[in-house]
């Protein structure tokens, strides 16, 4: 009985947390970071201003979290999706095209990214770890020798991890500065690059 109720106010917890990173996702979107408020943020979520510094002390705080909840969702989304390489291309335009409907957020994160590289910026940490774990992910998708017999000859799981994060966040940032261009095309021509062709042409 106790533990039951210890979970209550948890899950209480835990899910108006998730509804404020919801209505930060969707403020920062359409009024970028800078000009999004907190009391904004509060109003689209259903709580008061100090309701919300309960949970997060800051912006800052708020906008790692809403990247975090991204990321968590889109890398269950890929291992839910992307079972042999020739669907990771697919994939890949798909989520470009997602990302490509909220444009302030992926400006937002390019932006953000680069002010992070200092070791003394708040989401320093952040990014480190995303990235970290990122190639840690893609390369525990190649186990063993007939998994990595996939991979273009030559080519490491863990220099195509490096390659795959250096690609598709190149491709954003020049769609950021040109909207015109066209990145889908070139991601899954990417990935086709990584991968043996007889490999992604076989659909068993």
Known sequence: MDQAKSRGPYAKTAAR???IVR????????????????????ERAGITHAGLLHHFHNKDELLAEVLADRDAEE????LDTVERPDQ????LAGLVRHHQKAPELMRLWIELAAAA???????HGYFAERY???????????????ARSRLREGLSPESAAVLFQAVLNGLQLQWVLDQDLDIVGPVTDFARLLFDQDDTSDAG
């Open 132 to 146: 970290d774990r990122s190639r840690a992910q893609f390369v525990d998708g190649f186990p063993d020798e007939a």
């Open 23 to 42: 209505a930060a996702r969707d403020s920062f979107a359409e009024h970028g970071y800078a000009k999004a408020s907190l009391r904004d943020i509060a």
């Open 88 to 91: 990771l291309g697919p994939y």
């Open 117 to 123: 590289s200092r070791p003394d910026h708040p989401a």
């Open 17 to 19: 947390r998730a509804e």
């Open 75 to 78: 890398w269950q989304q890929g």
